[in-house]
């Protein structure tokens, strides 16, 4: 009989797909649903356990799948339904964990609950959305700001009332008050949970209820709470505490409801996106002890532009703040997705395209405590695509250029191999959704296939290296006093097991003495260079100071 790991999802490495992006099979320029299929040898040699595939289900794409006008339906450009349980079982077979992003705060205004939300006062789906009366003066109902700019209220001239939208205008956000909507949720994710799927990521889950009595947000107070959007620039939403439009107290039995469905189905997991002032608090709320939610993923590794300086308390007093505010639960960690610069833009000073960046940041994640979040090209140390102005599709970089160009330039396609136009991505004789840039191709998988020393190889013997070391999977994490703000050492301890790990996340050579299991050692790293353990398998054996490294490593 098979013993099956309920809780798989605690320590694994898991891959995110962008379905637009990843692979296109019927060269129409943009990825779909059997194009991951026929790809996901490559996502298991990589030595994930499994996959997040970024929303495919049926919608007009004003937020490119997260405004969603039909949760049961895939939408067309990404295939069929059939196409995904054909996805499925082929993933199972070779032995990856399928989550989804499931978007319950918002639909598209397209879809037919909101169509006939807003036909009338009166009609049976009237209170499904978050609808106000203006203001005397015609204004709207408060001050509460969406995100990508503007305010949170749109008219309707038929009703004559405002609805809510805490994205875009096309994304009206739905009302949680109403048990209806509950139920309506809940059985939508029923539906693909008996369709196989192994946990639901929710997107923004926080932003489920607003204040019943839509009462204004007070102002921000300079250096209280966090920014929970990844713009820099001076905006109107990072200048208000976001107490009632957001993060309710409702939110708990709503969760424990899709608690109760989860547990009909064993060995699923829920990962929680939390975007909050007070994230960790947030995410104790939702995840302590592992309910009702499993683990809470947030951005707190990932602001910033290019150029961004990264020093070990950007890694560090996350995990801190963490262990703190909600030491009972299991956190998630990444430091890429598909809304934020990537990795080796962000934090590769001017050295980008050193493949001793990639790698470097590639171990420092995947050494972490937590459940670990990959995003597609990460293994390739794919840099920021930089897209020209008359390209840029999301609406959000639209809004904001030049100041912040939006999320494109981390969501070019896959580069499968070195020959342009389409690097293998796609067929198609015109372009595909998003350009493909020049310098991706020199980081085409055929030709890091074919090179022992890529950061693909890389990847794949680190993470092969990394289960055969269950300290780095579940282990705690202790950090080490280091004067130098640009390294950043911990051990992970279980049980006896101890390992040290020591990263340099600057250019220059360095040189730190270090305290561990009762002795001090000299540690010296090269730029951009790390000391796992005895993982030895990308550097000289014979070098003294890894030599010195593999002893520290104790059992």
Excluded at 142 to 167: E, I, K, L, V
Excluded at 204 to 227: H, M, Q, S, W, Y
Excluded at 233 to 258: C, T, V, W
Aim: hydrophobic share 35%; proline share 6%; aromatic share 12%.
């Amino acid at each position: 009989m098979t013993i099956q790991n309920h809780d798989w999802w605690r320590g694994a490495v898991m891959y995110q797909v962008y379905p637009r992006s990843f692979m296109d099979s019927n060269n129409d320029g943009i990825g779909d649903l059997p194009g991951i299929t026929d790809r996901l040898e490559y996502i298991a040699s990589l030595g994930v356990e499994g996959i997040w595939i970024s929303p495919f289900f049926r919608s007009p794409m004003k937020d490119f799948g997260y405004d969603i006008s039909d949760y049961r339906d895939v939408d067309p450009i990404f295939g069929k339904n059939e196409d995904f349980d054909l996805l499925i079982e082929k993933a199972h077979r070779l032995g990856i964990k399928v989550i989804i992003d499931m978007v319950l705060s918002h639909t598209s205004d397209k879809h037919p609950w909101f169509v006939e939300s807003k036909n009338s006062r009166t009609n049976a789906r009237a209170d499904w959305y978050v609808w106000a009366d203006p203001k005397p003066d015609g204004s709207p109902p408060n001050n509460w700001h969406s995100q990508f700019g503007g305010p949170a209220w749109t008219f309707d001239t038929r009703r004559g009332q405002y609805y809510m939208h805490n994205f875009l205008k096309e994304q009206p956000d739905l009302n949680y008050h109403c048990p209806d909507v509950q139920d309506a949720i809940l059985n939508t994710c029923q539906y693909w949970l008996e369709r196989g799927v192994d946990g639901l990521r929710l997107d923004v889950i926080n932003f489920l209820f607003c204040d019943k009595e839509l009462r204004d947000n007070p102002a921000r107070i300079p250096g209280e709470g966090e920014n929970c959007i990844q713009v820099e620039a001076p905006y109107p939403y990072i200048m208000q505490q976001h107490i009632y439009d957001k993060s309710r107290p409702e939110m708990i039995g709503f969760l424990n409801r899709l608690h109760d469905l989860m547990a009909e189905y064993p060995g699923t997991m829920t990962l929680a996106e939390i975007g909050d002032d007070h994230p960790f608090e947030t995410a104790r709320q939702y995840t302590s002890h592992a309910r009702p939610l499993k683990t809470a993923y947030n951005t707190d590794m990932m602001s910033g532009n290019v150029g961004k300086k990264v020093t070990a308390g950007t890694i560090k007093q996350p995990i801190l703040r963490a262990l703190e505010k909600c030491p009972e639960s299991w956190m998630s960690w990444a430091f890429s997705n598909h809304d934020v610069v990537r990795t080796v833009s962000r934090w590769g000073q001017d050295q980008s395209h050193n493949p001793a960046v990639a790698k470097m940041f590639m171990a420092l994640l995947t050494s972490l405590r937590g459940t670990i979040f990959l995003f597609q090209g990460e293994e390739l140390g794919l840099t920021e695509a930089d897209i020209p102005f008359e390209r840029i599709q999301d609406p959000w970089g639209l809004s904001m250029w030049p100041e912040w160009k939006g999320r494109d330039g981390c969501r070019t396609p896959m580069p499968w191999h070195s020959k342009r136009p389409h690097t293998g991505f796609s067929e198609t004789s015109g372009e595909t959704w998003l350009p493909i840039p020049e310098i991706h191709t020199q980081n085409a998988v055929n030709l890091q296939e074919a090179d022992p020393n890529s950061m693909l190889n890389f990847t794949r013997e680190f993470l092969k290296w990394r289960k055969e070391n269950p300290v780095l999977i579940d282990g705690d994490i202790h950090f080490l006093e280091v004067m130098d703000e640009e390294i950043i050492a911990f051990e992970r301890c279980r049980g006896h097991e101890k390992m040290l790990c020591v990263f340099n996340l600057g250019p220059q050579d360095k040189e730190c003495a270090l305290s561990f299991d009762g002795q001090t050692h000299i540690c010296r790293l090269k730029g951009f260079e790390f000391q796992v353990g005895d993982f030895i398998s990308a550097r000289d054996a014979k070098s003294p100071e890894t030599a010195e490294i593999i002893q520290l490593r104790t059992a």
